[in-house]
């Protein structure tokens, strides 16, 4: 999939870093976000901006006015419509290149069978471990790499599902931890978590650079450290126990 004169001026900085070949590897990408709010725009923003080749875009919320403290892909005057309607047409403005698929859906098990299978890398941008597990049981189903963050307040963390070769997510979490029914947020804590979810998916899909594999990464904004906590498979884990 060879690139075009304006993508090649486009994407110029970021070329001497990842080579042609790599920026045609972005090209051919199909990328599946599930969850456009505070870490889902700032991943979308990226990928898009770097010339990822499909974007699916799944959530069923619509803009609240709470949200814009944080999910900078929205203002004010989108208050009350879906999110993913406007982030795709904001997305598009920033990239015509890359195709935008908008699906406004709760992320239930059957949608994302569909939705995973048809993608090369997932990006776990959701709010709730119910939900984020079940995205979990997917990507391990189909053997797709799923990219995870999550946050609250001041903290955050990340991690890389590579299935049959990391634990997967149910493997550090036998039990669905409770989410807040309103988690307090920093509004930059989705801005580091995001982005550092946006370089691990360039790196997987260019294959360039090592990705967090085995590593749960920590962020404490508070005192401004990262930690790296060594996280193993578990044999007994319910979903990918079993697989070799
Ligand atoms: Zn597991």
């Not at 069978?113 to 776990?124: M, N, S, Y």
Request: with cysteine; aromatic share 4%.
């Amino acid at each position: 999939m060879s690139l075009n004169p304006e993508e090649l001026a486009r994407y110029d900085r970021q070329i001497s870093v990842i080579g042609v070949e790599g920026q045609e590897k972005l090209k051919k990408a199909r990328v599946l976000i599930v969850g456009v709010g505070g870490l889902g725009s700032i991943v979308s923003l990226y990928l898009v901006a770097a010339g990822v080749g499909e974007l699916v875009l799944l959530d069923e919320g619509v803009v609240e006015l709470s949200n814009l403290n944080r999910q900078i892909l929205y203002d004010t005057s989108d208050i009350g419509k879906p999110k993913v309607t406007v982030a795709s047409e904001k997305l598009r403005r920033l990239n015509p290149w890359v195709s935008i698929k908008p699906i406004q859906a709760r992320a239930s098990e059957e949608i994302l069978d569909k939705l995973v299978g048809e993608v090369d890398l997932v990006i776990d941008a959701l709010d709730n471990w119910e939900s984020r597990l079940v995205l979990n049981k997917v990507c391990v189903k189909h053997n797709k790499p799923l990219v995870h963050a999550g946050i609250q307040g001041f903290y955050g963390q990340l991690m890389v599902v590579v299935p049959r070769v990391t634990p997967c997510l149910q493997c550090i979490v036998p039990r669905t931890p409770l989410t807040p029914s309103k988690i307090p947020v920093l509004p930059p804590t989705p801005g580091v978590l995001g982005s550092l979810q946006a370089n691990e998916a360039l790196k997987i899909i260019t294959g360039i650079g090592k990705p967090a594999l085995n590593k749960l990464i920590v962020y404490d904004g508070l005192k401004m450290e990262f930690t790296v906590v060594n996280v193993y498979r578990n044999p007994n884990c319910p979903i990918c126990g079993d697989l070799k």
